[in-house]
């Protein structure tokens, strides 16, 4: 199969869409398929071809979230070398800017189009309003997302039952919607491949002690991820157990807010920041962990948590949709609903190494239903649904065209 992935966000971008995608060409290619990308350019405003010209990277203008850049919607100079692609399937996984040139270019090669919904984007409107205009802003993008999705999209895809709920209670989306998780290459996180020199590295890099007792979030700094309630909870715990260090992995706009709640609470050598940290050795900071924590309530899906349980650790997370499916309270990490949870929970495992290991190993087992060829082979029967009933409708179209000739015949 000949399969076109349009993308805002793809490496060296790191965020879950961008390794959500990766996963997914990785996975359709070890299987014997041709996969092209079209994303966006990170460097600018020039085109650039890579790969033999199988991955385009469009020119594109910074949007004031996060590194995203917003294409045009029809960047006429790639048409051509899409043409020759001769594909048989899209798959867009954005709404906007390369989502909606997906769109167009689905349309009028007459090609089937898969979407993934990958983002709660009425959780993110504030980063452009300032917190002005939020309602109307966040109706103005429910009716973008739900025209998108319901208007052009053979087949939609969605990573959680949360995001299920959102289209057919919320949005009252009558098409088909089909839950995959997003898989992940597991064994980079299993802890048998990781090289123990390079925790020791970095644990003396970061000060960290064999006796420390670790909290591990990795993910974006920004108020959406909630990283203010792990600080908030971390002056407590250490009040009971000095030893507790909170590692938070990762950068954004709100950072320097998160360090400025740090210094007022005076436990800066209880949580450390290491900034962004490189992809390929993201796998050896999750070996620094006794306990990886979110308390996010804006994530599709959180593939950090995934993550995190190849890794072999417990997560402790807020008790949201986005989780369940994942975790299973008590089995392989736990849920909390509030603070006095959270730490209730974090100071059992202080002290119940039994119970820490046990979760820990069943996590890493739990991990395995997301493997990325298990994901890869059910987005390939999504394609082959879209095309069956692509393939359907055309006959139905030419079946028509032929009973009005013959009808218009026969009238004569």
Known sequence: MRIGIFTDTYPPYINGVSTSVLMLQKALEKKGHQVFIVTVNPEGINYKYQDDKKIIRIP???IGIYDYRLTGIYPIRSINIIKKWDLDIIHSHTEFGVGTFARIIATQLDIPL?????????????????????????????YLTKFYCDKTTSELIVPTKKTYDLFKEKYKYDRNVHIIPTGIELDRFYPENIDKDQI???????????????ILFVGRLGKEKNVDFLIECQK??????SNCKLIIIGDGPDSDEFKDLVRKYKIEDKVIFTGKVPWEIVPIYYQLADVFATASLTETQGLTVIE?????????????????????????????NNKKEYQKIIEKLFFDKALLSKICNQAKISSEMHSSKYFGERVLDVYNNAIKNSDKKKRNIITKVRDIIKESIGGK
């Open 236 to 241: 407590e715990l250490v009040k009971k157990k």
């Open 200 to 214: 020791e590295n970095i644990k003396k890099e970061l000060k960290i002690s064999n006796n420390d007792f670790i």
């Open 60 to 62: 594109g203008v910074p």
């Open 308 to 336: 995190a349980m190849a890794s072999s650790k417990c997560v402790v997370a807020i008790n949201d949709e986005s989780f369940n499916g994942t975790i299973i309270d008590g089995l392989n990490g736990f849920l909390f």
């Open 114 to 142: 898969v979407h993934t919904y990958h983002t709660m984007y009425e959780d993110y409107v504030h980063y452009i309003t300032k917190g002005y205009f939020d309602g109307p802003s966040k109706k103005i993008v429910e």
